[in-house]
């Protein structure tokens, strides 16, 4: 991650323009084949699977001004209270891994990465992306499919032994235009949910990482930043015109 998370300002295509993907309510209540045990099996729907093969999201938008996250669905207790807007003046949104009757589990924008927690379904509005972004860390480059179709491709930058980029499941929580689009951060940057495993906190920040754009491409195909993936300007600013906030963007080794 880099200090971008307190030196730039919401905004931005994705913001402001509709998603160019094919996008739909989702009704929540719908069947979906389930991997829960038969007990369960009548009350228990599962979002897409993440993982290998997964191809986009559900994505879950907060209605009110806060919501409040639970360890168990129906009474469980809350371990979180997340304001909407977040703290970039985005929606707040979460990730859907499954539904359960009236309640969905989420992905969360907390410590540790992969947590999870549940939500009622009444106080979000879902929606489908197709999209999807893949970094391979080992091969340095990202790919975003939408459905089984591969869109686009590129070289992306990561971090360093000392703050290594965390491998695992994650999603975009805003969309971030730096003063300076010309700058080291290139000319749009998305937050991601996850942080560093390593920084608990950097240049003011929470250690939150991101994907943006650079001034220095050169340095795209290494390990240069503190924990953020780094591509082109060119990839982050199609990202940008295209990817909703709540695209999931899974991370490699």
């Known amino acids: 991650m880099d200090p971008m998370f307190r030196s730039l300002t919401p905004g931005g295509p994705a913001g402001t323009l509709p998603v160019l993907a094919a996008v739909a309510v989702l009704a929540v209540a719908s069947a979906c084949s389930s991997s829960e045990t038969s007990a369960e099996s009548e009350e228990t729907a599962e979002a897409p699977e993440r993982g290998e093969g997964a191809t986009g999201g559900h994505i879950a938008t907060v209605l009110a001004d806060e919501i409040e996250i639970r360890s168990e669905p129906d009474g469980g207790e809350v371990v ?23 309640w969905l589990e989420v992905l969360l924008p907390v410590r540790p990465n ?21 970094v391979d860390m080992s091969e340095f480059s990202f790919t975003v499919t939408e459905g089984e179709e591969e869109l686009r491709t590129g070289p992306v930058g990561i971090g360093t032994s000392d703050a290594p980029t965390p491998p695992g499941e994650y ?15 290139g000319a749009y940057a998305f937050g991601l ?4 495993d390593t920084l608990e906190s950097f ?4 250690g939150q990482l ?4 650079t001034d220095d491409e050169s340095g795209l195909g290494g390990e240069v930043s503190h924990g953020c993936i ?3 300007d060119d990839d982050i ?15 490699t080794e």
């Open 230 to 232: 780094r591509v082109s």
């Open 171 to 185: 999603y975009f929580t805003e969309l971030l235009r730096p003063p300076d689009p010309g700058g080291e951060y």
């Open 114 to 134: 992969g947590s999870t927690g549940w939500i009622e379904a009444d106080d979000v509005e879902v929606t489908v992306t197709a999209f999807r972004v893949v």
């Open 210 to 213: 991101g994907v943006h754009g």
């Open 80 to 102: 979180h209270t997340l304001a909407s807007p977040n703290d970039f003046g985005a929606d707040r949104v979460f990730l859907v891994r499954r539904t359960r009757g009236d």
């Open 193 to 196: 949910s996850g942080h560093s």
């Open 203 to 206: 240049a003011g920040g929470p």
């Open 237 to 251: 600013t199609w990202m940008a015109e295209r990817l909703p906030i709540g695209t999931p963007v899974e991370i």
